[in-house]
Structures are given as structure tokens and as C-alpha cells.
């Protein structure tokens, strides 16, 4: 069982920044493959980015692309969206994920979620 905590959300006006944290507990995070996804109010919950559990390959929705950045940090069990130039259709909650080994994109792959964390930005 991995449980995990998102921290970094809050509100931002659009072109700014905020960087997402998520911490992990419980299992041997470096097993672990991670993903952002994020659920905009009365939408599904979409795949933002991914990242291998050695951190070398990532992966990204193509409206995020050039703007966000995921990495990790194994030593710390941590991992991180950075969210830059930030639109208003930005705006969700927020959700890391992990699942075992391979990386993944679609929602129904991950095993474990956190609580989420709201993130909002104004034009």
C-alpha cells in the first residue's frame, strides 16, 4: 500500500506558476511509476504527466506540453509538477498517482491515489 499527499495548490492568475508536491509513504517508492492527472469541475479526470521510476522518460497530454515539468526525487519519495504560463482552463483538482514499475497514461492503470489538491487560475 502506498498512500500519498498532494501539497502546492492555491490560486494563481493566469500566466503565473505553482508547483505541485507529492509525498509518498508506505512502500519503496522507486517501484513506483507516478502520474499528475486532474479533474476540471463537472469533467472526467484526465492524465496531465507521467514519469518512469528511475525519472529518465516523462511523458505529457499534449495541452500541457512545454508548460508543466514532472520529476522526482526517490531520496525524498516526492514527486513534482511544475506548472508554468498557467491558463484559466488550468483550473482542477489536481491528483498524483502511482502504480508499479511501468509508466502508464490512462487513469484506470494507476493503483493508488492521493486526495487531490485544488488548483485555480483566474484570467
Known sequence: QVQL????????QAGGSLRLSCAASGRTFSNYAMGWFRQPPGKERDFVAAITVSGVTTYYADSVKGRFTISRNNAQNTVYLQMNSLKPEDTAVYYCAARTFSIATTRDEYDYWGQGTQVTVSS
Open 5 to 12: 499527499v498532494e501539497s502546492g495548490g492555491g490560486l494563481v
